[in-house]
């Protein structure tokens, strides 16, 4: 079984471009996260999708942040116009049935310059 | 405060030693909690959740929890040098409409040498 993939696993931008970051998600699972690490602090969540709807959006920091999930099958986190404290690493998770084991994917790391 | 506080580390132990790792939460909602492991540059990986007080064992993981003292422990016996990374402490409040979210604390880097 494929894990959770993320794409591009790298992305250097410039202050004020946009970045749309990927995560397709275990095949089958309803519930996906976004997570985000930024230099020196600990992971926060940003939000979570139930299939296709925004389950619980508290943790996005502003709305330069948008968070699509088409179908309920892949997502997409764009950030747009991109700052330099969105510099991270943005990782996505999914779960099925146990909310609350999340499987991680390998993360993007973003450089804003 | 925030809310998942870990032993900063690093935290270095002798291997076939035990490794402890711990980790206090503020909130008293937090009902179950999460030990992930990640290696350098690779994703979180879960090694073990617990919900009730008191242990629970895997392996060679050992989890303990304490809600009266919102005390959560992470117990590695036989420490082997693959056993290296930073482990990761995460509460999670089911109530409301945030019941997927994941509070991490900031890490605990331990090395297990030779």
């Known amino acids: 079984e494929a894990g959770v993939t993320q794409f591009p696993s790298h992305s250097v931008i410039e202050k004020g471009q946009t970045v749309t970051l990927r995560c397709d998600p275990i095949?089958?699972?309803?519930?996906l996260y976004w997570y985000r690490r930024v230099m020196g602090k600990e992971i926060k969540f940003l939000l979570h999708?139930?299939?296709?709807?925004?389950?619980?959006e508290s943790g996005m920091p502003n709305n330069r942040f948008l968070a699509e999930r088409t179908g309920g099958t892949y997502s997409t986190l764009k950030v747009q116009p991109a700052e330099l404290e969105d510099s991270g690493v943005y990782f996505c998770a999914s779960s099925q049935y146990r909310l609350y084991e999340q499987y991680f994917g390998p993360g993007t790391r973003l450089t804003v310059t | 405060q925030k809310e998942v506080e870990q032993n900063s580390g690093p935290l270095s132990v002798p291997e076939g030693a035990i490794a402890s790792l711990n980790c206090t939460y503020s909130d008293r909602g937090s009902q179950s909690f999460f030990w992930y492991r990640q290696y350098s540059g690779k994703s979180p990986e879960l090694i073990m959740f617990i919900y009730s007080n008191g242990d629970k064992e895997d392996g060679r993981f050992t989890a303990q929890l304490n809600k009266a003292s919102q005390y959560v422990s992470l117990l590695i016996r036989d420490s082997q040098p693959s056993d290296s990374a930073t482990y990761l402490c995460a509460g999670i409040n089911a109530g409301g409409t945030s019941y997927g979210k994941l509070t991490f604390g900031q890490g605990t880097i331990l090395t297990v040498h030779p």
């Open positions: 999708f139930v299939k296709e709807s925004k389950q619980d």
């Open positions: 095949s089958g699972h309803d519930n």
